[in-house]
């Protein structure tokens, strides 16, 4: 079989957005190549996941544009996949949620039920094969999430902070699994404010601060020496949000 | 109480139906109405079977119109948009009758669609009942689908649904909700009696149905078949509210 062009590097140059008058994402310019596992980090409200959301071609920047190898959004969107912040389940059975992505992303059936199969073990769900996906519980639905983004093998693979509510046992499930999914080659984005969790998985950090991007550095570099006095005060738990902008 | 037939007036009736009384006229309708029941007498069971075919089909017409239109409704966007939605509304709350008018003259020999002799038929009674429920359903259908799309846009469209996947799709999520909507729908269509009076004639074999006999046979004072059919209309809003119920608590347990 032979493997489709990459999609990456994805590039962002000078992206502006605007909601309702307020802009929420500040002139970001970045590049994002293949390799690495790229984790933004950043306090609450500072633009994480409509930064996601815009890489992914869910909204169009009111500025700016953001190009895959070059090539618009909405393109290559086929070979990338999201798990969002709190992953939507359809009613139907958990094995029938993975089906369902594989059909809208044109799968022939005969090969749907091995991979069904293959995701569900690897990320512990087999014996919910038939339950109602809606019963789960937060863990297992994250887990569901992560397991029909994999089963559609995509080139790019964007987590809003897929362990914002799980005990620290199931952020380690999720973990391993998001670090087998970067093994098999995916490139991963993800979101977090968990900074133990970017210390673990980061390969390169992207601090996102009130709609700025003030670095992007390998994860080495901006734990131990970050460039910017704000990522040095997040880093110290010292950055707040503008509680005057908020009210 | 039988009824000596010809030229009463509804004066007439009226005087009469204030002059019955008695308990044991009334058990005496009660029991000729549950004998015409388990007879199964052929009156009867013919308007029965005439009223499920007018309805069942109005409202599987109304749902096959409703449905794909509510769920137009909510996914695009369009001019004009809005002032369909504040018709839906208006149709919504129109009283019977007026539907019933509007198709009446429409239908009628000097109406736009007189020459295909419709009227006082049982299409008539359909189309009148249709355009009773479409609306209904069709509102229902955009609110429910409007409600999910709200959830599910971002999951839906990061997986690669075209907007008419998206529209299969809610439509299914929202089975629960839109199956009531449908019973609701049927609910409301069978005991309507205005519109289907106006456009079906109330003609004996031809366009009776269960309502329509209900207000004539009370007014002729046959109170037996009036309330043997009343009983029947009473079953079967108990049967479409236990449908409901008996559905949702089925797809419940499956997790809808
Ligand atoms: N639909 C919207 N309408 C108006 N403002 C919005 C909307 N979505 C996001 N915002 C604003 O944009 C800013 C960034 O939001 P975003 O959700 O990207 O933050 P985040 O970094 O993901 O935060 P968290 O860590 O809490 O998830 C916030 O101030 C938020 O209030
Ligand atoms: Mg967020």
Redesign the interface.
């Known amino acids: 079989m032979m493997k489709p062009p990459s999609i990456l590097p994805l590039r962002l140059d000078r992206v502006v957005l605007d909601i309702g008058g307020k802009r929420v994402i500040k002139d970001v310019s970045a590049t994002l190549t293949a390799a690495p596992c790229s984790i933004v980090l950043g306090p609450n409200g500072a633009g994480k996941t409509l930064l996601l959301k815009l890489c992914h071609g869910l909204i169009a920047p009111t500025a700016g544009s953001v190009t895959w190898a070059g090539a618009p959004c909405g393109n290559v969107q086929h070979a990338q996949a999201m798990v969002f912040q709190q992953p939507v389940m359809l009613r139907r059975s958990v094995a029938a949620n993975i089906a369902y992505a594989l059909t809208v992303r044109g799968r022939p059936r005969a090969e749907q039920r091995a991979r069904i199969d293959d995701v569900l073990a690897r990320t512990g769900l087999r014996r919910f094969a038939e339950s109602p996906a809606r019963r789960l519980s937060v863990g297992e639905k994250q887990r569901l999430a992560l397991a029909r983004a994999w089963a559609i093998e995509p080139q790019v693979l964007f987590l809003d902070e897929p362990t914002a509510s799980l005990d620290p046992a199931g952020t380690r499930q999720v973990e391993e699994i998001i670090l087998a999914i970067h093994r098999g080659g995916t490139k991963v984005i993800m979101t977090t404010h968990d900074l133990q969790q970017a210390r673990r998985l980061a390969d390169e950090v992207m601090f996102l601060h009130r709609g700025r991007l003030y670095e992007q550095t390998p994860a080495a570099a901006f734990f131990t020496a970050p460039r910017t006095p704000e990522a040095q005060r997040f880093l110290e738990g010292t950055l707040f949000p503008n509680i005057r902008r908020v009210v | 109480m039988d009824n000596n037939g010809g030229e009463e007036t509804a004066h007439a009736c009226a005087a009469k139906r204030a002059g019955w009384s008695g308990v044991s006229d009334l058990w005496s309708a009660v029991e000729s109405a549950a004998l015409l029941i388990f007879t199964l007498d052929s009156d009867l069971v013919e308007i029965v079977l005439r009223s499920l075919r007018v309805t069942l089909t109005a409202v599987t017409i109304a749902a096959v119109i409703g449905l794909p239109f509510g769920a137009a409704l909510a996914l695009l966007r369009f001019p004009g948009r809005r002032l369909i939605l504040v018709a839906l509304d208006t149709l919504m709350g129109l009283p019977p009758v007026t539907v019933g008018l509007l198709v009446y003259l429409m239908l009628s020999r000097s109406g736009p669609l007189g020459t295909l002799g419709l009227l006082y038929t049982t299409t008539a009674m359909i189309i009148a009942q249709c355009l009773l429920v479409a609306p209904i359903i069709a509102a229902l259908t955009r609110q429910t689908i409007e409600d999910l799309w709200e959830?599910?846009r971002?999951?839906l469209?990061?997986?690669?649904?075209s907007t008419l996947?998206a529209a299969g799709?809610l439509l299914?999520?929202g089975?629960v909700t839109l199956m009531t909507a449908m019973l609701a729908g049927f609910g409301r269509a069978s005991a309507e009696v205005g519109a289907v009076m106006i456009v079906g004639g109330n003609i004996d074999h031809v366009t009776r149905v269960m309502t329509t006999t209900i207000a004539l046979e009370t007014s002729k004072g046959n109170l037996a078949l009036a309330l043997g059919l009343g009983i029947i209309l009473v079953c079967v809003s108990l049967l479409v509210a236990a449908g409901i119920h008996g559905f949702k608590a089925t797809a419940h347990r499956?997790?809808?």
Do not use: F, N, Q, V
């Open positions: 959830e599910y971002d999951e469209r990061s997986l690669g649904a996947g799709t299914w999520e089975r499956w997790g809808a």
